[in-house]
């Protein structure tokens, strides 16, 4: 077999201009059209097999193996919309052009080295990561069948983990919103007894949520980050419009968290007169940690960096929507790498950048990665 280590060596230049590329077309999520078809492209000469959707950018391809058990890695493809120099545009400030770079140059070196792979391996291009979406689409699209043993990878700002380190999984928080709108009664404001105040009532329900309490020592938190209410100052409005973040280390809390929440809004609601209409969107599971598939990264991580580059554990109070694949699928062997890069200042920002010789350091653990559980037992 021609190793794949000494295929992504050689082609070092090539891994880093796909980079810079992928960088420079930045297509927001569910218009990755340029991006997904400049990495098939890349693939279009391999012995892979490619799958596409119609009704989206996101694709799979295959390097067919003796068995139809399966083990995958993911990339995401979209960028963000944000202000950059006071225009908004899509940006590339999560590192999603370095993750399907590290997956497409991990594909093309396992199709060239001609081996024979117990299990199938399937490289999972996603769109929408930014939106918390795409996952759930190619889970419904079969992105998920037979898969046995699923990897990821992250770029991470340097104040979690450093320039030459990675660890072998990332600990993403569940968060969640709660959007709603408070139905109160207008009326004069010289006269507040005809009306009923919604205002009122979402300081009331702000009070509540921060009285809120769970059993147990679980990091959780939940606070009000919008609210809207009134076009006039004269007038007490018949509406109020808000907002509340939830954030919790585990999924079985943010469950814990988002019922107690939606008690508390009724208690509100009862107390204060009003209607209270209410919605969880924005829902991002977190990270279920594998011991064996932890394992394993660990080991790809020491082979490539060497042992002591092997940070234990990346802690993120942010979300990832990469959760989801091991959150509908309860005992999949699922990991994210969370990889050390010298990220500034940090993600989403829109000046962010990272030391992009970390891209080949990458490609090549999750290349040691999909090797070695080749020859697992899943």
């Known amino acids: 077999m021609n190793h794949p280590i000494d295929f992504i060596t050689s082609h070092r230049d090539n891994i ?208 009000m980050t919008e609210l809207h209410a009134g076009i006039s100052t004269n007038a007490i409005p018949e509406t109020a419009h808000f907002t509340f973040d939830l954030r919790a280390k585990t999924n079985e809390v943010m469950e814990d968290l988002i019922e107690k929440a939606q008690t508390t809004i009724e208690d509100v609601a009862k107390l204060t007169s009003t209607t209270i209409e209410r919605r969880v969107e924005d829902l991002l599971p977190a990270a279920v940690k594998h011991p064996a598939a932890i394992d394993l990264a660990k080991e790809a991580i020491a082979s490539v960096l060497g042992e002591e580059h092997v940070e234990p554990i990346c802690i993120s109070p942010g979300g990832e929507d990469f959760h989801f694949y091991s959150y509908h699928s309860p005992g999949l062997a699922a990991t994210m790498i969370g990889l050390g890069c010298d990220l500034k200042p940090g993600l989403h920002h829109p000046k962010m950048n990272f030391n992009t010789e970390s891209v080949i350091d990458g490609t090549k653990i999750l290349t040691e990665m999909l090797i070695k559980a080749d020859t697992k037992v899943w």
Request: aromatic share 6%; net charge negative.
């Open 16 to 223: 880093l201009q796909t980079y810079k590329d992928l960088h420079a077309l930045a297509e927001p999520s569910w218009e990755e059209k340029d991006t997904s078809a400049y990495l098939k492209e890349k693939l279009k000469e391999s012995v892979l097999e490619i799958t596409s959707f119609d009704s989206h950018y996101g694709f799979i391809a295959e390097l067919k193996g003796q068995s139809k058990d399966v083990i995958a890695i993911r990339a995401d493809m979209d960028a963000l919309m944000q202000e950059v120099d006071g225009q908004i545009q899509p940006n590339h400030s999560c590192g999603h052009d370095a993750h399907s770079t590290m997956v497409l140059y991990s594909a093309l070196a396992l199709a060239e080295s001609k081996h024979s792979f117990h299990h199938t391996i399937r490289f999972i291009f996603q769109p929408a990561e930014e939106k918390a979406s795409g996952a759930l689409q190619m889970i419904k699209d079969g992105a998920l069948d037979h898969v046995k043993f699923l990897g990821g990878i992250h770029v991470r700002p340097a104040i979690e983990v450093e320039m030459g380190m990675a660890a072998p999984v990332i600990q993403h928080s569940s968060n969640a919103t709660i959007t709603g709108c408070i139905k109160g009664v207008q009326a004069h404001a010289a006269r507040p007894e005809d009306g009923n105040n919604p205002i009122e009532a979402a300081a009331i329900l702000i009070q509540k949520m921060k009285e809120l309490r769970l059993k147990g020592n679980s990091s959780y938190s939940i606070k």
